[in-house]
T-cell receptor, first 114, second 112 residues
Framework: DAGVIQSPRHEVTEMGQEVTLRCKPI?????LFWYRQTMMRGLELLIY????????DSGMPEDRFSAKMPNASFSTLKIQPSEPRDSAVYFC????????????FGSGTRLTVV | DQQVKQNSPSLSVQEGRISILNCDYT??????FLWYKKYPAEGPTFLIS?????DKNEDGRFTVFLNKSAKHLSLHIVPSQPGDSAVYFC???????????FGQGTELSVKP
C-alpha cells in the first residue's frame, strides 16, 4: 500500500485565492482526519469523517474552510478565500476504527498564503 | 483550551542516555494515549500507545508510563540514539479509534 497520499506537497497562493488540498486514504480505512500543524498549537484536528460522513467539524476555523469526502478513496479540504494566517502544514490521516495503531498520516501539504 | 499539553518545546540529550518526554492532559474522559514521532517534511508516525487500564507499556527502547491520578504520561527512550532526533507528539482519545487530540510537540535532539 502506498500509504496516505496528499497533494500538492507545497502550495503558494495569493491572499483571496481559493485553495484545494487533496487526500487519498489507505484502502480499507474507514476514518479520515484533517489536521493543521502550527508552532503555537501543534496538531489541531479540523474535521473527521467516518464511513465518508462528517462526524465532527468543530475544529474548522471558520466558514472559509470546507471539507468533503465524496467516496471512500478521496477527500478535499478547501479554503475560500485564503488568508495569510492560514499558512501552515495540513495533514490528512486515515485509520481503521478500533485499531491499536492510531492513524496513518500523509506527508502533508505546506500552504503559504502571501 | 489545550486539553493535551507538552510544556517542553525542546529537549537535548547525550547519545546513550535516557530521554524523558512529558505530557499532561486535562480531560478525565481520555481513555487511550499514543505517542507519535515526526521527522521534518514527513507526517507523524505511530510510536507506542497505552490504554488507561495499564500504567506502563514497553516496546524495545521505548516505554510509556501513565499516571491517571496526575493526568500525566511520559515517554522514556533508553538508550537514546541520534536517529531518535525528531519532534514527539503525545495524543489522547476518548475511545480507541476515535479522534485524537494532540499536544504541541517536543523537539528531541540527541547529540553524538
Amino acid at each position: 500500500d502506498a500509504g496516505v497520499i496528499q497533494s500538492p506537497r507545497h502550495e503558494v497562493t495569493e491572499m483571496g485565492q481559493e485553495v484545494t488540498l487533496r487526500c487519498k486514504p489507505i484502502s480499507g480505512h474507514n476514518s479520515l482526519f484533517w489536521y493543521r500543524q502550527t508552532m503555537m498549537r501543534g496538531l489541531e484536528l479540523l474535521i473527521y469523517f467516518n464511513n465518508n460522513v462528517p462526524i465532527d467539524d468543530s475544529g474548522m476555523p471558520e466558514d472559509r474552510f470546507s471539507a468533503k469526502m465524496p467516496n471512500a478513496s478521496f477527500s478535499t479540504l478547501k479554503i475560500q478565500p485564503s488568508e495569510p494566517r492560514d499558512s501552515a502544514v495540513y495533514f490528512c490521516a486515515s485509520s481503521f476504527s478500533s485499531s491499536d495503531y492510531g492513524y496513518t498520516f500523509g506527508s502533508g501539504t505546506r500552504l503559504t498564503v502571501v | 483550551d489545550q486539553q493535551v499539553k507538552q510544556n517542553s518545546p525542546s529537549l537535548s540529550v547525550q547519545e546513550g542516555r535516557i530521554s524523558i518526554l512529558n505530557c499532561d492532559y486535562t480531560n478525565s474522559m481520555f481513555d487511550y494515549f499514543l505517542w507519535y514521532k515526526k521527522y521534518p517534511a514527513e507526517g507523524p508516525t505511530f510510536l507506542i500507545s497505552i490504554s488507561s487500564i495499564k500504567d506502563k507499556n514497553e516496546d524495545g527502547r521505548f516505554t510509556v508510563f501513565l499516571n491517571k491520578s496526575a493526568k500525566h504520561l511520559s515517554l522514556h527512550i533508553v538508550p537514546s540514539q541520534p536517529g531518535d532526533s525528531a519532534v514527539y507528539f503525545c495524543a489522547a482519545s476518548g475511545v480507541r479509534g476515535g479522534k485524537l487530540i494532540f499536544g504541541q510537540g517536543t523537539e528531541l535532539s540527541v547529540k553524538p
